[in-house]
């Protein structure tokens, strides 16, 4: 490890892969809908593809080729898309549609998450920062019941991670100079765009985040201060 | 009680003597700091001073008699007034001040607060919604351990409560209608403030929180949707 944990005065934690296991949470709603309308589906795949959509959507906003949106409605679009190329389009109403967006505000935290995310608070401030909206947010640290002592989304920078403007908004409202938060995430994007905003980093590994067919975010390709396998390795390693 | 409880989808706490007695946390920190310089010290009256600069400096700032500035530089200046008045402006030097103003981060909660809202969070998301900075809340909620889905700022609409702005734009956040979202607080100024900008109310009677020398914020002068004793009456009148 290369930092000193006395640096550290607040833990900045992403949500989607590092903190909760979306594509269980996801896959296991959309089966639930997609049953209610005789509609066969491998719903870990789907989830799969619906993902796939997520950074180019956050990529077009960043880069000014579509306005500012919250994450609710690019998952809404990125939906359409992907009931389009399934063949889908006629199967699910827009009730469907919007049950299934909500999905993504109810996800199971890892197995290592309440506890870990409670260890490290009781040494430091534990907020999230997430690409989620508020509402997601909202929603999602209530139906898990995570641990935290705040939420700051990229919503609040009008910028999706890995622009930089979405953790320097964070450190402004903390009031911490970047060098001084940790960020902690599951995804080599992540903590590469936390890095280049000057903040301190923990690659997280969740092997299992993208399922069996699919290999999660290495270690080995990911630049950061801290490689921890789960919340209680991090712990640990900060001497806490 | 005249709301049905269905209507409520977000429940948004005040937190400065609604959740946490700051009287007393401000007061013991300022009288050991006082301590360490020899200076004699009543710290109850010393906090009430204190206090009473708060609604006037942040009206300063809604009215535009003065820029935006966050509630620990408020806090700074009213302090600076407060020592001019007692004539101890030679008493303190910048860090004794720097630590008064950071005593508002760190305040007891009340005897209720944790396991209250643990019990409404059962049943609805818990958020705060307060005129302190996010910097601040992070730390008070850290401090505090409370159980919340999310922390919002008057910060974020640069417009102190009770100005409408400040509930207006955690609305619009939260992505819920205002009239479906409980605000709860001690202060007929905030029950006030919210109903105007459409929010649902309940009044929470604290009567410590001026202290013993003082009156509190009496239900009778309040108008609210709910008037309740602490965190356990709102959740049964809720049903919760």
Redesign the interface.
């Known amino acids: 490890m290369s930092i000193d944990p006395a640096r550290i005065q607040?833990i900045a934690c992403d949500i989607f892969g590092t903190t909760v296991d979306w594509r269980t949470g996801v896959a296991d709603q959309v089966a639930r809908i997609a049953q209610t309308r005789d509609v066969d589906l491998d719903a870990g795949a789907f989830a799969d593809h619906w993902r796939d959509l997520y950074l180019p959507s956050m990529r077009r906003v960043n880069n000014g080729d579509q306005p500012w949106v919250?994450l609710?409605i690019l998952h809404r679009r990125s939906l359409e898309e992907v009931l389009h190329e399934y063949g889908l389009d006629g199967r699910f109403d827009d009730t469907d549609r919007a049950a299934m967006v909500a999905a993504w505000h109810r996800l199971p935290p890892w197995p290592d998450t309440l506890s870990g995310l409670a260890r490290l608070?009781n040494h430091?401030?534990?907020?999230a920062l997430s690409n989620g909206?508020?509402?997601l947010?909202?929603?999602l640290?209530?139906h898990a019941?995570l641990?935290?002592?705040?939420?700051?989304?990229a919503?609040?920078a009008r910028t999706y991670k890995p622009g930089s403007g979405a953790y320097l908004k964070a450190a402004e409202?903390?009031?911490?100079p970047p060098g001084n938060i940790l960020m902690v995430a599951a995804h080599v994007w992540d903590t590469t765009g936390a890095a280049e905003a000057g903040f301190a980093t923990a690659f997280l590994h969740r092997p299992d985040e993208k399922g069996p067919q699919r290999t999660a975010d290495r270690p080995d390709d990911a630049t950061a201060d801290i490689y921890a396998t789960d919340f209680y390795d991090l712990a640990a390693q900060l001497d806490f």
């Open positions: 607040v919250n609710d608070r430091r401030p534990v907020v909206g508020f509402r947010l909202t929603n640290v209530h019941r641990p935290l002592d705040g939420v700051l989304s919503e609040l409202l903390l009031d911490v």
